[in-house]
């Protein structure tokens, strides 16, 4: 059970949750213009976080708005993300909640005013 993977989780790797709320403009140079595109360099960035806190961490908590934001190419970094933590083995939690804070609201905004999920209305 899922449940019983969490609690395993947190018992042998500690209590640590990291958010990968990962922002375009949060990245340092060295991967805002080391790839072809955004949602790689978000991607290559989220990875190096789970490789360096894999052994400390229970779960990982990937919040869609950011990647949304960027479109396409930003829910493929999301996929990526989930891909890539489900291949290390460890607990992912899909923050994909509506009516957040207001920067997260932003963030769903952006995704569906302007881009690749532009609408009229929300």
Do not use: W
């Not at 989220?46 to 908590?61: M, V, W």
């Amino acid at each position: 059970m899922i449940v019983d993977r969490i609690f395993d989780a947190v018992k042998n790797q500690g209590h640590v949750c990291v958010g990968l709320d990962t922002e375009f403009s949060y990245l340092p140079e060295s991967f805002s213009e080391a790839f072809e595109t955004r949602g790689e360099a978000i991607f290559q960035f989220n990875k190096e976080i789970i490789d360096k806190t894999s052994d400390i961490t229970a779960c990982y908590k990937v919040q869609i708005a950011y990647y949304e934001a960027l479109g396409l190419e930003g829910l493929k970094a999301y996929s990526n993300t989930l891909r890539y933590i489900k291949q290390k083995g460890a607990i992912s939690i899909c923050d994909i909640k509506r009516g957040d804070i207001q920067k997260t609201a932003e963030m769903y905004a952006k995704a569906h005013f302007e881009g690749d999920f532009e609408g009229d209305f929300v």
